[in-house]
C-alpha cells in the first residue's frame, strides 16, 4: 500500500466538511494545509497558478459563516470551505487564463458561470491547472508549463487535457477539480489518474466561451463518485451566455435494480486493461444486471472528429498567431484550413448517423460499459502511444475511441477506478448513459465504486519546490 498523498485533499469532499462542521478544523488550516501541499509537491505539474492570499480570505469568510450558522451554513452552500483547482482553459477573475499558450494572458473580470457557481457554494479555487494548448491533446504536454506527470509513475502522462487537474486530485492538491472534456478529455486523465471524471450531458453545465463543434462539455474530477456528482450539480443549469445550456436536463425515475448493460469491447484494448475492467463487468453482473456484449455498427467516425475540431482550431487560430502554436496544434490547425464547407457538413452527417444508431441501442439497453481508455500511460512527454505520437498523422486521439464517440452524440459519462494493472498503474470503467440521464448514471456507478477494491495511495512525491518562471509555486 503506498502512502497517503501529502495534500489535505485527499480526505474528500464529505470528509472534510464533516471536519469543519466539528469543528475540528477550520477553513483557513485547511487552505494553508493544501496550498503548502502544492508548494512543496507539485513536482508532477498540476497547477500552473495558485491563488494564494484570495483563497486564505475565502477560507476566513467560510469560517465567519460556519461560525455564525454552524450545519445550516452548508444548507445554501454545500461545498463551504472545500477546495477545487479550475482547469486553465476557463475563465478566473482573480487569475490568469493562459489556455496553455503562449499568447498574452487574458485576465478576465468575471468567473466562467461553472466557475462562479462553485464559489458561490462556498468552494474555494486554489489554482489553475495545466492543460495542452487550447486543450488541443489529450496529454498535457506544452510550451507555457513541463509536462504533467502520472502519479503512479512520473515517467508516464497523467493524460490530458485535463492532465493537471486529474493530478491535483489523486495526490490531494484539492477535494475536486473543474475540467473539460471536448473528446475525452476529463474521462481520460481520471482512468490514467486513478479517479473519478464525470462528463454531463451535452448542455447541463453551461460553457463559456465554447467551441463552435459543439463537442466541449465542463465537468468535475474526484476522488469519489459522489463528490463528482455533488461538484456537478452545483455546476449545472441554464445560463444566458450559452444557449445550449439546460438541454441535459431530463432525469426520470426508473427501476435500478435489473438494468439492461451492454458492455462495449473496443479494438485495440490490452490484456492488461481488460482483464481490470473484467472485473468491474462481473461485479456489474454480480448485481443482477444483465451484462452483454455489444457492438455499435456505424462508420468510421475518427476522420470526422478529427474534422470537427480542425475546423474550429482553424478557426480561432489567425496566421500572424502561428509563431505562437504549439508544433501538434498548428499540424491541427493546418488540416482544418484544408477543409471545405461540404467537408465539414459530411462530418456534421457522420455525426447525426451515430446519434441515431446510439439512440436505436439505448432503446435496448439502460446504460453502456466500457474500458474508458484501451491502453496504458505512454511516456510524459509524448501526445499519444508511440503509433500515435506524431500529429503530422491526425492520429493524436485514435487511441481513445471510447472517448470521443460521447462527445459527438452528447451522452453522459462516467469513469471510475477499476483497478490496477500488473504495472502498477490504473485503469478506468466507463458507464455511458442516454443523454439527460445523468443521475443514473451516476446511481450505477457509485453502486459499482462501493462493489469495487479501492486503489492504493499513488506514491508520495518528493518534496524539491516547483518553479514555473513567474508563477512560482
Same mark, same amino acid.
Given at each position: 500500500?503506498?502512502?497517503?498523498?501529502?495534500?489535505?485533499?485527499?480526505?474528500?469532499?464529505?470528509?472534510?466538511?464533516?471536519?469543519?462542521?466539528?469543528?475540528?478544523?477550520?477553513?483557513?488550516?485547511?487552505?494553508?494545509?493544501? $496550498?503548502? &501541499?502544492?508548494?512543496?509537491?507539485?513536482?508532477? #505539474? %498540476?497547477? !500552473? @497558478?495558485?491563488?494564494?492570499? =484570495?483563497?486564505?480570505?475565502?477560507?476566513?469568510?467560510?469560517?465567519?459563516?460556519?461560525?455564525?450558522?454552524?450545519?445550516?451554513?452548508?444548507?445554501?452552500?454545500?461545498?463551504?470551505?472545500?477546495?477545487?483547482?479550475?482547469?486553465?482553459?476557463?475563465?478566473?477573475?482573480?487569475?490568469?487564463?493562459?489556455?496553455?499558450?503562449?499568447?498574452?494572458?487574458?485576465?478576465?473580470?468575471?468567473?466562467?458561470?461553472?466557475?462562479?457557481?462553485?464559489?458561490?457554494?462556498?468552494?474555494?479555487?486554489?489554482?489553475?491547472?495545466?492543460?495542452?494548448?487550447?486543450?488541443?491533446?489529450?496529454?498535457?504536454?506544452?510550451?507555457?508549463?513541463?509536462?504533467?506527470?502520472?502519479?503512479?509513475?512520473?515517467? $508516464?502522462? &497523467?493524460?490530458?487535457?485535463?492532465?493537471?487537474? #486529474? %493530478?491535483? !486530485? @489523486?495526490?490531494?492538491?484539492? =477535494?475536486?477539480?473543474?475540467?473539460?472534456?471536448?473528446?475525452?478529455?476529463?474521462?481520460?486523465?481520471?482512468?490514467?489518474?486513478?479517479?473519478?471524471?464525470?462528463?454531463?450531458?451535452?448542455?447541463?453545465?453551461?460553457?463559456?466561451?465554447?467551441?463552435?463543434?459543439?463537442?466541449?462539455?465542463?465537468?468535475?474530477?474526484?476522488?469519489?463518485?459522489?463528490?463528482?456528482?455533488?461538484?456537478?450539480?452545483?455546476?449545472?443549469?441554464?445560463?444566458?451566455?450559452?444557449?445550449?445550456?439546460?438541454?441535459?436536463?431530463?432525469?426520470?425515475?426508473?427501476?435500478?435494480?435489473?438494468?439492461?448493460?451492454?458492455?462495449?469491447?473496443?479494438?485495440?484494448?490490452?490484456?492488461?486493461?481488460?482483464?481490470?475492467?473484467?472485473?468491474?463487468?462481473?461485479?456489474?453482473?454480480?448485481?443482477?444486471?444483465?451484462?452483454?456484449?455489444?457492438?455499435?455498427?456505424?462508420?468510421?467516425?475518427?476522420?470526422?472528429?478529427?474534422?470537427?475540431?480542425?475546423?474550429?482550431?482553424?478557426?480561432?487560430?489567425?496566421?500572424?498567431?502561428?509563431?505562437?502554436?504549439?508544433?501538434?496544434?498548428?499540424?491541427?490547425?493546418?488540416?482544418?484550413?484544408?477543409?471545405?464547407?461540404?467537408?465539414?457538413?459530411?462530418?456534421?452527417?457522420?455525426?447525426?448517423?451515430?446519434?441515431?444508431?446510439?439512440?436505436?441501442?439505448?432503446?435496448?439497453?439502460?446504460?453502456?460499459?466500457?474500458?474508458?481508455?484501451?491502453?496504458?500511460?505512454?511516456?510524459?512527454?509524448?501526445?499519444?502511444?508511440?503509433?500515435?505520437?506524431?500529429?503530422?498523422?491526425?492520429?493524436?486521439?485514435?487511441?481513445?475511441?471510447?472517448?470521443?464517440?460521447?462527445?459527438?452524440?452528447?451522452?453522459?459519462?462516467?469513469?471510475?477506478?477499476?483497478?490496477?494493472?500488473?504495472?502498477?498503474?490504473?485503469?478506468?470503467?466507463?458507464?455511458?448513459?442516454?443523454?439527460?440521464?445523468?443521475?443514473?448514471?451516476?446511481?450505477?456507478?457509485?453502486?459499482?465504486?462501493?462493489?469495487?477494491?479501492?486503489?492504493?495511495?499513488?506514491?508520495?512525491?518528493?518534496?524539491?519546490?516547483?518553479?514555473?518562471?513567474?508563477?512560482?509555486?
Amino acid at each position: 500500500m503506498h502512502p497517503d498523498p501529502p495534500g489535505a485533499g485527499a480526505r474528500g469532499i464529505t470528509r472534510t466538511k464533516e471536519l469543519l462542521s466539528r469543528g475540528e478544523l477550520t477553513a483557513v488550516e485547511h487552505v494553508r494545509s493544501v $496550498l503548502a &501541499a502544492i508548494r512543496e509537491h507539485d513536482e508532477l #505539474g %498540476a497547477y !500552473v @497558478a495558485v491563488a494564494g492570499e =484570495e483563497a486564505l480570505k475565502a477560507a476566513e469568510h467560510a469560517d465567519a459563516l460556519i461560525q455564525e450558522r454552524g450545519r445550516e451554513a452548508w444548507w445554501e452552500r454545500p461545498l463551504l470551505g472545500v477546495t477545487v483547482s479550475v482547469k486553465d482553459l476557463l475563465q478566473t477573475r482573480d487569475l490568469p487564463t493562459t489556455r496553455g499558450s503562449l499568447l498574452p494572458n487574458d485576465r478576465p473580470r468575471e468567473d466562467a458561470p461553472a466557475v462562479a457557481r462553485l464559489r458561490a457554494a462556498g468552494a474555494i479555487v486554489v489554482g489553475k491547472t495545466t492543460t495542452s494548448e487550447f486543450g488541443w491533446s489529450a496529454s498535457t504536454v506544452g510550451r507555457v508549463a513541463a509536462p504533467t506527470r502520472n502519479p503512479y509513475d512520473p515517467h $508516464l502522462t &497523467a493524460g490530458g487535457s485535463s492532465g493537471g487537474a #486529474g %493530478a491535483a !486530485v @489523486a495526490t490531494g492538491l484539492c =477535494e475536486g477539480a473543474l475540467g473539460t472534456d471536448g473528446s475525452g478529455s476529463i474521462r481520460i486523465p481520471a482512468a490514467f489518474c486513478g479517479v473519478v471524471g464525470y462528463k454531463p450531458s451535452y448542455g447541463r453545465v453551461p460553457y463559456f466561451p465554447s467551441g463552435a463543434d459543439r463537442l466541449a462539455h465542463q465537468g468535475p474530477l474526484a476522488r469519489s463518485v459522489a463528490d463528482a456528482g455533488l461538484l456537478g450539480q452545483v455546476i449545472a443549469g441554464p445560463h444566458p451566455t450559452d444557449p445550449d445550456s439546460g438541454l441535459g436536463s431530463l432525469d426520470s425515475p426508473r427501476d435500478m435494480r435489473a438494468l439492461r448493460i451492454g458492455w462495449i469491447e473496443y479494438e485495440g484494448t490490452t490484456p492488461e486493461i481488460r482483464h481490470v475492467t473484467e472485473q468491474a463487468r462481473d461485479a456489474l453482473a454480480g448485481e443482477g444486471h444483465r451484462v452483454e456484449e455489444v457492438e455499435v455498427r456505424c462508420q468510421n467516425l475518427y476522420p470526422a472528429v478529427v474534422d470537427l475540431l480542425a475546423a474550429t482550431e482553424a478557426a480561432g487560430t489567425p496566421p500572424e498567431h502561428e509563431a505562437w502554436c504549439d508544433p501538434g496544434r498548428l499540424e491541427v490547425v493546418r488540416h482544418g484550413r484544408t477543409l471545405t464547407g461540404v467537408r465539414v457538413i459530411q462530418a456534421e452527417q457522420v455525426r447525426q448517423n451515430l446519434r441515431a444508431t446510439l439512440r436505436s441501442v439505448m432503446d435496448r439497453y439502460d446504460l453502456l460499459a466500457m474500458a474508458t481508455v484501451p491502453v496504458e500511460p505512454f511516456a510524459a512527454d509524448a501526445i499519444g502511444p508511440s503509433w500515435a505520437a506524431d500529429a503530422r498523422d491526425l492520429m493524436w486521439l485514435a487511441w481513445a475511441p471510447a472517448s470521443y464517440p460521447y462527445n459527438m452524440t452528447g451522452q453522459p459519462a462516467v469513469s471510475l477506478p477499476a483497478g490496477l494493472t500488473p504495472a502498477g498503474l490504473p485503469a478506468g470503467v466507463q458507464l455511458v448513459g442516454p443523454v439527460g440521464a445523468d443521475d443514473l448514471v451516476l446511481t450505477v456507478a457509485r453502486r459499482l465504486e462501493a462493489l469495487l477494491a479501492p486503489l492504493p495511495h499513488p506514491p508520495a512525491p518528493g518534496r524539491t519546490p516547483v518553479s514555473l518562471g513567474e508563477r512560482t509555486l
